[in-house]
């Protein structure tokens, strides 16, 4: 006999219920994936799972046949009458990306617990062709904590997909794996998860809409207005097709007519995080959600953003300015090893030196270390570039003399504010 699955709506007969259904088996590790492609039960259970998370009005069989999938169905009906299915629902509405992550983890929880069955089980043969042997009552309690674990993991993805820009961070290439890893990885790393907590709460603080600052020049995006010159080639194409004595006149008195454009003048923030050992704990999370709001700073005011880790070296080896890799590096990058602060200024330099020396940058460092720093005023000069230095816990007057702002932190969202302010301005 066929199974059938438990919506009325959409049926595993579709082809896009198994289109769905491969989807979700894509995004499994490898020995999970053989598991879920052998047993047709745990695919209907996870895709429709998919579905009632999607769909608008997903409608349930009033039986199913099969006496797992009629346990499944009982379970499914209770839990989408129940507040909590209602509060995620809300997130994963029409959202293909959160309802596909909450079956993948769901899917995960189920075959990683059926697995742990089958190896132990020296029957396991018996069970893998008939898991409804298993009762209702197990099949009750699986699913119980498949749905507590799937929801956890949802709800870490919607906070991360956020961070990363919203609904359309996930439709560039690797992204939804990204969001995927980090959302069940938030589960078990607590600064991780004080991290994403922490930044969300700084985003209040990053302005809506913002002033950008622009230039007026021969070149740029938009047109400001019109000017005299008395360079033919810079005139109006109408100027240069005037009669040749009207030419003469106009060359030898006012001018002729020109196009003044405007140009963004504001160029890049730079953010170099410390992560030496020192920086564990507390430090690091206000570190990174600082950084965190800084990038969504920069999408506002239309900034290009830069960031890299340092402790006697900068890392990685050419600076993250994609928002996506950002944000996944400032979520797990670990702190460890020593402090080299003019190491990290001098390479943001560089940086800047090659594409962004005639606007006006910012280089954020946030450090608690005191090593000497090196005069570098002449070179952030030579780059438009202000320093702002953010002090954790500690003084270094070395790295004052040079900063245009220099700012003891405070390890508080008050503090957070304060630094957000400057790097507004």
């Known amino acids: 006999m066929k199974l059938r699955n438990n919506l009325i709506n959409i049926t595993n ?82 959202d293909d990306e959160l309802s596909l992550i909450y079956s993948i983890a769901l899917t995960k929880y189920i075959v990683g ?4 069955l ?32 799937a929801e956890a993991v949802t709800k870490n993805a919607e906070e991360i997909r956020e961070l990363m820009g919203g609904k359309n961070a996930g439709k560039e290439a690797g992204t939804f794996q990204k969001i995927l890893n980090l959302s069940k990885q938030m589960m078990f790393v607590e600064e991780l998860k004080q991290i994403v907590k922490m930044s969300k709460r700084m985003m209040e603080f990053v302005p809506k809409a913002t002033k950008i600052a622009k230039i007026r020049g021969r070149t740029g995006d938009e047109l400001a207005g019109y000017v005299l010159t008395k360079h033919a080639d810079r005139a109006l194409p109408r100027e240069l097709a005037l009669p040749e ?62 960031l890299r880790f340092f402790d006697t070296k900068v890392h990685p080896g050419k600076p993250i300015c994609d928002g996506r ?22 390479t943001a330099i ?19 270390g005191e090593d000497v720093v090196e005069d570098l005023s002449k070179e952030l000069r030579k780059v438009g570039a202000s320093l702002i230095s953010v002090m ?17 932190a405070e390890l508080s969202e008050r503090g957070g504010e304060k630094v957000l302010k400057l790097v507004a301005n």
């Open 13 to 94: 007969r579709d082809f896009v219920y198994s289109l769905i259904s491969q989807r979700i088996g894509s995004f499994l590790p490898p020995d999970m994936q053989e598991i879920y492609n052998k047993f047709e039960h745990i695919k209907i259970i996870s895709t429709d799972a998919y579905f009632i998370h999607y769909s608008l009005y997903p409608f349930l069989r009033s039986r199913n046949e099969d006496l797992m999938l009629e346990e499944a169905r009982k379970f499914c009906g209770e839990y989408m009458s129940g507040e909590r299915y209602q509060t995620l629902k809300t997130m994963t509405t029409l």
């Open 113 to 116: 617990k059926l697995r742990g």
């Open 118 to 149: 089958l190896e132990s089980n020296p029957i396991s043969s018996s069970i893998a062709s008939s898991l409804s042997s298993l009762g209702g009552e197990f099949i009750g309690e699986l699913l119980k904590g498949a749905v507590e674990e």
């Open 245 to 306: 004595e009207m030419f003469v006149l106009k060359l030898a008195s006012e001018g002729f007519l020109s196009k003044e454009k405007l140009r963004v003048s504001e160029g890049a923030y730079y953010v170099l995080i410390d992560k030496s050992g020192s920086m564990v704990g507390e430090k690091t999370v206000w570190a990174r959600s600082v950084a965190m709001a800084i990038y969504r700073m920069s999408m506002a005011k239309r900034r290009k953003f830069f």
């Open 325 to 346: 890799e950002a944000v996944d590096a400032i979520l797990k990058v670990q702190s460890n090893g020593g402090t080299d602060i003019t190491n990290a200024i001098s």
């Open 350 to 368: 560089e940086d800047l030196e090659e594409k962004f020396s005639e606007f006006s940058n910012t280089i954020i460092v946030i450090t608690d």
């Open 392 to 408: 954790i816990q500690g003084n270094n007057e070395t790295l004052k003399n040079i900063s245009d702002h220099y700012v003891k």
